[in-house]
């Protein structure tokens, strides 16, 4: 499968979050994907990681029929 690279603009369009949020949980979230150089002045992610990185979160969350991480209280606001 061809990978797809997609810019921050893209990335905070898919997560619903803003431009600058992207760059600040690329920096805080050890993981959340990492953007790399496509060349000189070319900073993408890649898509499976971003379509990933949401799979693993709604998994930690309890959707798609798997259990929350040991620990993780739905009752309790974080």
């Known amino acids: 499968m061809k990978s797809i690279y997609i810019s921050k603009k893209e990335v905070a369009r898919i997560l619903n979050i803003s431009p600058s949020s992207v760059t600040r949980w690329s920096k805080d979230n050890p993981d959340f994907p ?3 150089l496509l060349g000189p002045n ?5 898509l499976r990681e971003i379509e990933h990185y949401i799979n693993e979160q709604k998994k ?3 959707f798609l029929g798997h259990k ?3 620990g993780f209280d739905v009752n309790k606001t974080q």
């Open 42 to 46: 070319k900073v993408v992610w890649d």
């Open 60 to 62: 930690i969350r309890g």
């Open 34 to 36: 990492k953007p790399f």
């Open 68 to 70: 929350p991480q040991k």
